[in-house]
T-cell receptor
């Protein structure tokens, strides 16, 4: 079974600064997807960024980028120029690329609560 | 339309009540999901529907009964719940359950309180 570990329950950053959230995972599969989701107090889970395991290039979405190290099974999220609206719970998630029911499951880490200080 | 709509947003029910949660999407997604989330915890998978058929039931108690009347609609029927069932119930959808299936689109959830 796959597991996802987020070792930082809480992080804080000053507005306009850069912060990196850590995520490691364990899997025996070679093909999979990794995601970062953001959950603000409004409760909705918002997809921030995704990475396909077969792609070596790190994904980037505006101020959000990842450092994907497949061999190390590491998938960290970097938020640049942090804004007050970035404050939220961030979940790292894994999904198998295999067809069938195993591909339906998102495995989440425990989450990192990010505070942005003005 | 790129949203998953969940109703109601808040629900308070007694342990003997019967209620239903509703989830709707019009993105043509063929997989739909129910997740349960406790405060400051990650979501836990409850059910998966793929092409309107139940494909995963994570050993959820029978007091939770899912239903998928069509490809756009997902219901969760609740009966004889316990106070420990109080949580945020999230619905999500995705293109499918196979390889062509990236992330999910989540709704904003129903906050359920059982009294």
């Amino acid at each position: 079974a796959q597991t996802v570990t987020q070792s930082q329950p809480e992080m804080s950053v000053q507005e306009a600064e850069t912060v990196t959230l850590s995520c490691t995972y364990d899997t025996s599969e070679s093909d999979y997807y990794l995601f970062w989701y953001k959950q603000p107090p409004s409760r909705q889970m918002i997809l921030v960024i995704r990475q396909e395991a077969y792609k070596q290039q790190n994904a980037t979405e505006n101020r959000f980028s990842v450092n994907f190290q497949k061999a190390a099974k590491s998938f960290s999220l970097k938020i640049s120029d942090s804004q007050l609206g970035d404050a939220a719970m961030y979940f790292c998630a894994y999904r198998s690329a295999n067809s069938g029911t195993s591909g339906s499951r998102l495995t989440f880490g425990e989450g990192t609560q990010l505070t942005v200080n003005p | 339309d790129t949203e998953v709509t969940q109703t109601p947003k808040h629900l308070v029910m007694g342990m003997t009540n019967k209620k239903s949660l509703k989830c709707e999407q019009h993105m043509g997604h063929r997989a739909m999901y129910w997740y349960k989330q406790k405060a400051k915890k990650p979501p836990e998978l409850m059910f998966v529907y793929s092409y309107e058929k139940l494909s995963i039931n994570e050993s959820v108690p029978s007091r939770f009964s899912p239903e998928c009347p069509n490809s756009s609609l997902l219901n969760l029927h609740l009966h004889a719940l316990q106070p420990e069932d109080s949580a945020l119930y999230l619905c999500a959808s995705s293109h499918g359950t196979g390889t062509y299936n990236y992330g999910y689109t989540f709704g904003s959830g129903t906050r359920l309180t059982v009294v």
